[in-house]
């Protein structure tokens, strides 16, 4: 059985944290991932000549499993792995790896031996074999790596967690900047001047038609070698990333000049307060602040985007991660907001929900910077996404929905009322150069507001029924169905409060509707279905998705009601979950549905069978499709066995108290008290002959026949079962390719598809009847009512009170 992919980065994740003990996340994961490194390299190049890595002799992962449990095993890697590996290779070196002879971090003695022993031993899974990458052109490996940075940054704290930027907004301006629909070639550069662990800068590299080559300078020392390691298990062997103050000491230089670059991206520390020290800023020998100004002292924002502005070549494009402050504050960057814009250098703002990022809570922007049609610019595109995400833990996360709508928007320069438009230069100068994005877009959702007429003399404003215009333009006799005329402004409910749901999902026009929701799904899925059904073994799983999902949102484009976002959201949590792991196998095997064994292990290390499982076609598809009658027998007899349960319980809830006929054979106390054949049998046999017992006798041999009946059912449930579970597991050895086609495409995924896509138009409706009740609700007594109730109220209070002799 093949692991798969979503479990692979788990099971790496649960093994590494629970071996962490108290060591700070934000160090142990220089541990784990230097040994997910030295796995990688070593599957995939030790013993190849003129491969990217050198794996010297004695130095590869095999050769640090023969160190596992040796007293000195820390010292050990550090001399016999990391410095020949570091020496072997002019792109890596000693300083990018940790120290694994450190007692500080990993004990002392044994418990140091304990610690990486075990650690090695999570990476020696035959899971974790990367010689063979199970289907080119995706990235396992290269996921996983990704997958325990973001665990690690969310665990290491928020001072801890900068050196990883969310995938999700690395894809976002991976794609924005433009690089996929660019000619790219070999020579094309970029560069991220803060390239932290370097995933920002690999996700713009993967988004480029060709290979491209990558720049990064990273402050930190360890997070530099952090970043070596993953261009390497990326397939970027011949990436450059250097370590150093890009500010104060840039590494890549013409001369005195910065060097100019075709794309640039970064996610710099925000508002840097020391990042002019080192610095002489009225003097940059770079000349990055020249024709600008020089940024506040304590605010490095603006440093850091005029250093991506001269790293960027004359036809250049940038995009940069920065606190929304950029867009508004006064002062010294007022006066570089000013120049950017008559320069025409800005391109786009996009606005982005606030707790995305790991090192800040505060709400960041990404500013899009393009040199090449500066002087023809006329204003600047603006996106205000900061509604768009969803709650993961601690954090906000864009999902993909949010994803391609920003990228729809932005590279469509689509003008969406409260999300997105073009603003002219001549409306962001009447602002005085302000940016800040409230006053080009109002992103909030409308107030529902409390109408004062509608609560004093009743009746449902207008308004509220015109703000549901999107489901009369649908169905236009629906409204008239619901809603009567009251007064000039106002109507009334024209059917009972109770009825609403029924008026709604009754109406011809709305059940029509319904129905060619039904079949434009269909249309698709029949499309759908052909295409996935032709999948073969070497398949890439991403550009499966990739076309899958685009078809099924063009597919919804422009229908009424449904959002196409949400329709894709469907597919691609569903992907997430499930049918990835399906796409990958098939990729591997091909259309094989292949049952394994399910072994567990208990406390003691003994293994117990579980039964049977299969992944790509599980079970309940084979017992649904071929074993339907033994299927219903199972059915029926699970109800009689209910039945037959609840009879029995029944029975002796009213014959066990303690003066009932069963109450001499109860045994235990409180919740554990019970009935067992024994202690009736038991009884029976002490009664018989015994004078005055026949009412007893009588009620333990019923109890003795419920019981029986409930044992006989149990019984042949079992053996139902069993016999169900041997036909089904038969079953498998005979399934043609067409037949697990049909089961795993039509029966599995897109029935899934189907279902949520369902429940996404009965949540569409069902918010038409909670809205049209809240609104019956809210003004269905009016304030002449309410008061008129409560005097009558009053004077009944009263009228009682004096009948009692109350009076005052």
Sequence with gaps: ??????????????????????????????????????????????GRKFAPINIPEGASFADMVALKGKPDIGDQINKKIIAPLAAANQQLNQADFPDFNDAVKLGSGKEMV??????????????????????????????????????????????????????????????????????????????????GSGSLLLKVGDEAQAKVTLYGQEKDAATSGLARMNMILHDNPTAIVEQGNTLTDPKFLDGETVK???????????????????????????????????????????????????????????????????????????????????????????????NLFYGTGIPACIVLIDKKDAQARKGIFIVDASQGFIKDGPKNRLRVQDIHKIVDAFTKLADLPGYSRMVPFEEIEKNEFNLNL??????????????????????????????????????????????????????????????IKATIYEHPEFAAFIKSMGDHFAAWRTKAAQKLKALKVGVHPNDVIFETSESLLGHYAGKPLIDKYDVYQHLMDYWAETMQDDVYAVAQDGWKAIPYRIIEKDKKGREKDKGWACDLVPKDLIVARYFETDQAEIETLTASLEAASDALATYEDENAGDDGLLSDVVEGEGDKRKITAKSVKAQTKDLKGAADTEEELAALQEWLRLSEVEADLKRRLKRAEAELDAKALAQ???????????????????????????????RISQTL????????????????????????????????????????
């Design 438 to 499: 409230p006053r080009y877009i109002d992103s909030q959702k409308q107030e529902d507001r409390q109408d004062i007429e509608g609560h004093l003399r009743g009746g449902i404003p207008q308004a509220d029924i015109d703000a549901l215009q999107a489901y009369w333009a649908v169905c236009p006799g629906l409204r008239s169905a619901l809603f009567r005329d009251l007064r000039p402004g106002y109507v009334a409910l024209a059917t009972e409060k109770a009825a």
């Design 260 to 354: 100019s670059f075709d794309f640039v991206v970064a996610n710099p520390p925000f508002s840097d307060k020391r990042w002019s020290t080192g610095l002489d800023t009225l003097k940059d020998k770079h000349g990055r602040f020249k024709g600008f100004g020089i940024p506040p002292a304590k605010q490095g924002d603006y440093a850091y985007l005029l250093h991506i502005v001269r790293s960027l070549k004359s036809t250049g494009t940038g995009a940069c991660i920065l606190p929304h402050g950029v867009l508004f504050r006064g002062g010294a960057e007022a006066e570089i907001r000013r120049s950017l814009v008559r320069r025409g250098y800005i391109k786009g703002i996009i606005g982005l929900p606030a």
């Design 1 to 46: 059985m093949a692991i798969k992919k979503s479990e692979l980065y788990s099971s790496i994740w649960a093994s590494c944290d629970a071996l962490r003990g108290g060591m700070d996340a934000s160090q142990y994961k220089d541990y784990v991932l230097s040994l997910l490194f030295i796995k990688y390299v070593s599957d995939k190049y030790a």
């Design 732 to 762: 498998y050895a005979k399934l043609t390719e067409p037949e697990v086609q049909i089961l795993a495409v039509d029966e599995k995924w897109l029935a899934r598809v189907d279902a949520d896509i369902h429940g996404e138009m009965d």
């Design 769 to 808: 009847t909670d809205r049209a009740r809240t609104l019956a609700d809210r003004y269905e007594t009016s304030l002449p009512t309410l008061i008129a109730n409560t005097e009558q109220l009053s004077a009944k209070v009263e009228g009682h009170l004096k009948a009692m002799g109350f009076a005052w």
């Design 114 to 195: 304990d610690r990486l022993t075990d650690l090695i031993a999570i990476f020696e899974a035959p899971s974790l074999d990367f010689s063979k990458n199970r289907a080119e052109g995706d990235d396992i490996l290269g996921d996983a790596y990704e997958y325990l940075m973001r665990h690690f940054a969310t665990e290491s704290g928020k001072s801890k967690g900068q050196f990883y930027t969310p995938a999700e907004v690395s894809r976002v301006m991976a794609q924005i900047i433009g690089i996929r629909q660019a000619a790219t070639s070999n020579d094309t550069t970029v560069y991220d001047p803060t390239c």
